[in-house]
Structure formats: structure tokens, C-alpha cells
């Protein structure tokens, strides 16, 4: 009997069991009742909403939850449908653990398969099966490459192992490839047409359809509501209730980031496109996710990460620079946008801190004679090592806490005596040079 993970309190449990409890808990309220019966179909009438369940019987409603789930669309390989949720999986963070240090693989069902291996990867050997999906592209495949993920590219004949336990994956060739767990990303489709009925608004997502709603997680239908894996793909239960009961996010924190050093002739394309993609887009979309229901709301906390490498430019970490440069320009637009609305808006510029994560970030190709100066400076930082950083992470955990909870806290907030002094240090000599020069900037102008 399968168990659930990843959901706080509820580790191991039984999924049945977790429903049987949720039941006995409501079942104590005398105004609710429970049918066991499926509805085949809901239409709205004189402002209620009336439900026609396979008994035969007629309901009727002020207000509708629909919450029918989905259902799942696995890909045509014999012997994937029985072993889903035992040995062929869907979510890491649900049961990488579980499999943990394993042979694990990764059946593509489309294009964002190649991410899922990726993070497969982190849990185990992995391999990467195209089985007929096309070839991942440039930055998929370099991706993969650093994560030490295996790429089969023909196609799966059957998986193979006893019952629901998997043994291996016999290709077309009848080849065999080794595995004891498997993930897929399946399909989706909603579990019931009601919400189609009722005229709610569908959106169209990579999983498949879901069900359009606001931060009250009401549909586009007055008096309808829908809830869990209707409304967002989460995967994962813990997830879908604390959307359903919290009913949004109240403070995002885009703490994701990476790091790459070289100098700027170096830079590779593909490295600093997922610079980018992480500090810059990554950042745009988590915030174009979080803004409409914080906007609704007309409260919530964004916190940026920029760097003091987002005021001040060193040789060697250009890139980096760059993309903090635009996340300092995109977030001073920000707080002029949103503070109106109630959302405050922390811009953090942090200096070095200890968190090792410039021997972990990748390096350009070394050649001293495009830039001796960064050539010096990154030397310096591979010399000294986490040491230089004065930086502790936890003390900059604790301010930022406290900026959240109080609500005190300035539009741009700097960490470390280095970024400190870094900051003021160039907007002292930015002030100086622009007045030595205010003369010249201001003859360009139509005569008064
Ligand atoms: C293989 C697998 C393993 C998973 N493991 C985990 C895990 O370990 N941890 C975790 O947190 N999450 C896990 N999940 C995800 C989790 O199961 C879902 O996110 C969660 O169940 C969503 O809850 P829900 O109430 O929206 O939908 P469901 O749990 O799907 O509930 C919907 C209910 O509505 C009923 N229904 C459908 N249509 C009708 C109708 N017309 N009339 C009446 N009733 C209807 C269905 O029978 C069902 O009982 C897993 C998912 C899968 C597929």
C-alpha cells in the first residue's frame, strides 16, 4: 500500500487513511453530510447551483466547490499503469528519499522532461530515456551533461521486475537497462466536465487543463469555487491544501542565484543565458506568479536578493553584475508600481557571505590576455576561499526575518561591512565624477 511524503505531519501515511481522518473530523460538524455517489453534471438556476448525482438525486446549492482532481494520462509503455506510485513515480520531493542512492530513470513525455532529470539526478545515478521525444536542446543537453545524467535515446519496449517491484527497462533493440525506480511526468485531464458545464474559465497548462481562480480561489463563475489539483498541478497534497487554505502567497522571497566567473571576451553564451534565466527571469516570472493575489489582497512582501555586485562592478564577475544590475532596475520600478497598492518591496544587497558559493559556480575558459585584471581577481577569490567572506549567512537570515515580520526596513537594504563600504564608496565617486562633469552634461541641451 503506498505512503505519503512530503507532507508535514503526515509522513508514511496512508493515503486512505489520511481521508478516513479528514472525514471523521468534518463528520463531527452537524452541518455537513456526506453522499457517496458521483455527480454526472451541475448547471446554474435562479442563482443556485442544482447537482445531479448517479443515485438519482437532485441537489441543490448556494455555492459549489469543485474539487474532482484530475486524472492522471500515463505514456502507452506495458508496464508503467500498474506500478504508478510504486516503483514509477511522479515527484521527486513526494519520493526521491525513498529511492535515494538507487538506479533511477527519467521517461520523457515532452519537453520538460529534460528538467525533470536534472533534479531526478541530484537523488541518483540517472538515465534520461527520449523513448521517441526529440533530442533536449543546447542548454538542456549541457545540463544533463553536468548533472552526470545518461541519455538512452532508443525507445522503451516494457518495463520488467516483479508485480510493481522494476527490475529494468527492455528497449526496442531488447537491450536492458538496469532500473529500481522510474519518474514520469504524465498528462492530465480534469476528473469531471462539471466545471466545463458551469461555464468556468479553463486555462491551458503544460499538464493540461486546470481550472481558472482568483486569490479567494473562487472560478470565473460567481459562487463557484474550485480547490487542489483542479486548480494547480502542485503534485503534491501538502501544497495543493495550503493554497486551498491559505489562499496565496504573503511573502516571496527570489533568493535563487547563481554565480558565473570569467572575464567578459570568456563568457560563454549558453552559461550566461542561464545566469539570466536564473537570477533575472527566474526572479521576473516567480514575481509575475506571486503579484496578482498579493495585488487582491492589497498586502504582501516581495524580497529581492540583488548583491552589492548589483551597485558595484568588479573584473571577472561581469556577467554576475549584469544580471544583479537588472534585478536592482527591474525592483526600483517595482516598489514604485506595487508599494501604491500595499505590496512593500525589499531590495537586499548583500557582500560576500559564507556560503561557498563561488567554488561551486562554474568558471570560463582562463586566458590571462583577455583580461589580466580579472584573470588577478578571480585568482584572489580561488586563493582565499570562503575566508575573505566576512559575511554569516544566518546573521543575514535573522535581519531579513525580522525586515519581514516588522514591516521596518528601507527600500534598499545592504548586508556586510564590505558591501557597506563597496556601496558608498562608489556613489561618493559617481557623485564627484558626474559633478566634475555637470558642465558637459547639461550643454547638450535646446538653448532655455
Ligand atoms: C502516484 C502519485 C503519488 C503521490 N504521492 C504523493 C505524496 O507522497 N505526497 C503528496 O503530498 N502528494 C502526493 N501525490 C499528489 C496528491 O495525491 C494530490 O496532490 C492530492 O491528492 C490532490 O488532492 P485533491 O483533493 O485535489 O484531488 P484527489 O485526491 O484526486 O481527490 C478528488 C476526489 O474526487 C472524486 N471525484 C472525481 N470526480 C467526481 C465526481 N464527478 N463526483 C464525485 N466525486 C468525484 C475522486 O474519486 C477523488 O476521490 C501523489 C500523486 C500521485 C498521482
Known amino acids: 500500500m503506498p505512503a505519503a511524503h512530503g507532507f508535514f505531519g503526515q509522513d508514511g501515511a496512508r493515503p486512505a487513511d489520511m481521508t478516513a481522518q479528514a472525514r471523521a473530523q468534518l463528520e463531527r460538524y452537524p452541518s455537513a453530510t456526506f453522499r457517496k455517489a458521483t455527480a454526472l453534471g451541475a448547471r446554474a438556476e435562479d442563482g443556485r447551483f442544482g ?22 494520462i500515463l505514456p502507452d509503455v506495458p508496464g508503467v499503469a500498474e506500478r504508478w506510485g510504486k516503483t514509477v513515480l511522479h515527484c521527486p520531493y513526494c519520493h526521491g528519499y525513498e529511492f535515494g542512492g538507487r538506479k533511477l530513470g527519467v521517461l520523457s513525455t515532452g519537453s520538460l522532461s529534460a528538467h525533470q532529470a536534472r533534479i531526478i539526478a541530484n537523488w541518483g545515478p540517472t538515465t534520461f530515456f527520449l523513448n521517441g521525444h526529440d533530442e533536449p536542446g543546447q542548454a ?9 545524467v545518461r541519455i538512452e535515446r532508443t525507445p522503451v519496449a516494457k518495463l520488467e521486475g516483479e508485480a510493481t517491484g522494476l527490475r529494468a527497462l527492455q528497449l526496442a533493440d531488447r537491450r536492458h537497462v538496469e532500473i529500481d525506480a522510474l519518474h514520469v511526468a504524465p498528462g492530465a485531464r480534469l476528473a469531471s466536465p462539471i466545471a466545463g458545464q458551469l461555464g468556468c474559465v479553463l486555462d491551458d497548462k503544460p499538464s493540461g487543463p486546470l481550472i ?4 479567494s480561489m473562487m472560478t470565473t463563475v460567481p459562487g463557484v469555487y474550485a480547490a487542489g489539483d483542479t486548480v494547480r498541478w502542485a503534485g503534491n497534497a501538502m501544497l495543493a491544501a495550503a493554497a486551498d487554505r491559505f489562499g496565496g502567497i504573503d511573502v516571496l522571497v527570489n533568493n535563487a542565484g547563481l554565480v558565473y566567473l570569467g572575464a567578459v571576451e570568456e563568457g560563454e553564451d549558453s552559461e550566461v543565458r542561464k545566469l539570466f534565466e536564473a537570477n533575472v527571469f527566474g526572479l521576473a516570472a516567480m514575481l509575475r506568479a506571486a503579484l496578482p493575489g498579493m495585488r487582491a489582497r492589497g498586502s504582501g512582501t516581495v524580497v529581492n536578493l540583488s548583491s552589492a555586485s548589483g551597485l558595484v562592478a568588479y573584473p571577472g564577475l561581469g556577467y554576475y553584475s549584469a544580471s544583479k544590475f537588472a534585478v536592482e532596475g527591474l525592483t526600483e520600478a517595482l516598489w514604485q508600481e506595487v508599494e501604491p497598492l500595499g505590496i512593500k518591496v525589499i531590495l537586499v544587497e548583500p557582500g560576500a557571505f559564507r556560503t561557498g558559493i563561488n567554488a561551486r559556480s562554474p568558471r570560463a575558459p582562463s586566458n590571462p590576455a583577455c583580461a589580466p585584471a580579472a584573470t588577478e581577481m578571480l585568482g584572489f577569490l580561488e586563493s582565499a576561499g570562503d575566508t575573505v567572506c566576512r559575511g554569516d549567512p544566518e546573521r543575514a537570515a535573522a535581519v531579513l526575518s525580522r525586515a519581514v515580520e516588522t514591516g521596518d526596513a528601507p527600500h534598499r537594504l545592504i548586508l556586510g561591512s564590505d558591501a557597506y563600504a563597496g556601496v558608498t564608496g562608489k556613489l561618493d565617486a559617481m557623485g564627484a565624477e558626474y559633478a566634475q562633469w555637470k558642465a558637459v552634461s547639461e550643454s547638450t541641451d535646446f538653448p532655455a
Do not use: M, N, P, Q
Open 51 to 72: 447537482v445531479t448525482l448517479d443515485t438519482g438525486e437532485e441537489l441543490s446549492a448556494a455555492k459549489l466547490v469543485l474539487a474532482f482532481g484530475i486524472i492522471d
Open 212 to 215: 481558472r481562480v482568483d486569490s
Open 140 to 148: 538542456d543537453l549541457e545540463e544533463l551533461r553536468t548533472g552526470g
